[in-house]
């Protein structure tokens, strides 16, 4: 099965947006950032990735490295820095809050024009005042899921073994089948009750990848009553917009 596990997104938000969606996730002040609680945190969705098996750029491995390399020296006493660091500021996050504030500039004005151009052509939209544009998983953020399938791994408490995948007898094709099933009624879904009863990691980690898979194909909308809440799931045929 090891085709039938990879699953691809056509879209994958970027290193800053996830330090963005965790800072604001965590109510976080963006120019007092506790490094070593959001490299940790980071670093848990890296793992996550790997577990997954999804294709992340490149970007991501070099702002790990640069977390770690900030923290890092946030530890050392001044008279231990670097020399070569010795003309610039005392804070080594600084460099990091910065390139922060003006992605989320950029972020911000992006998704005010399109507000703009969607309100000229007439359309409604559910987005935020400061949300992004349309999210390419639908109404839930990528990090959203990716936090809601590690809580639900987390539950388990079993040692990780990546070759269980290959082993044990669930495919992505079958755990489709089943999430149409249980979406079938129109009712929504929680998210934690799709894993309630999985019985090992393996098991959640194929039942997730196929509903990656479901959002991606736009089979199955993801959406939250409120920002970081419980997500729920809904055959896309079912939905009602607001």
Known sequence: MENDHKVKLDVFEGPLDLLLYLIKKDEIDIYDIPIE??????????????????????????????LIYIKSRSLLPKDQQPPEEAAEEDDPRWELVRQLIEYKKFKDAAAHLQRRELDREGLFTRMAAESAPERPLGEVNIFDLINAFSTALKRLNQPEDLREIFEENFTVSDKIDLIMKMTAAGVALKFSELFATAASRTEVVVTFLALLELVRLKQVIARQSEEFGEIELVRAESRVLA
């Open 37 to 66: 609680r959001i490299t940790r945190q980071y670093l848990e969705y890296l793992d996550a990735f790997k577990i997954l098996d999804l294709d992340v750029a490149g970007d991501f491995i070099v702002m790990a490295a640069n």
